[in-house]
């Protein structure tokens, strides 16, 4: 969820770098509502249901089809979210460009 009241949802399993999905709310007229989302939870009963709460006190309750629905275990979560922000320090690019006699 984003400040300008967007709800994205990410696989940081399959991309990094950008959101498996993206949503706005439109009003009558297919404008934009940005009013920012302040509360976001899945419902874990009753899936793939996603719940938010605005700035306003409005309540969106949201269906998530065509996203995958497995159950990932907290230490997986973890080791893919650390994995996804693993710095790259490029040594082996540096390492063979000083072979070369570039640099």
Known sequence: ????????????????L???KEWFDLDANGEKIQIPKTVVRFNDSI???LFT???????GVYRSYGLEHVQVSEEDQ???L???ITRDDFVETKDAKKADGEE
């Not at 300008?4 to 399959?14: A, C, N, T």
């Open 1 to 16: 969820m984003a400040n300008d009241g967007r709800i994205e949802i990410w696989d940081l399993y399959e991309n990094i």
């Open 18 to 20: 950008k959101p498996k």
């Open 47 to 49: 899936s793939p249901v």
């Open 53 to 59: 709460g605005n700035a306003k006190g409005q309540i």
């Open 78 to 80: 973890r080791k893919r």
């Open 82 to 84: 650390l994995n996804a």
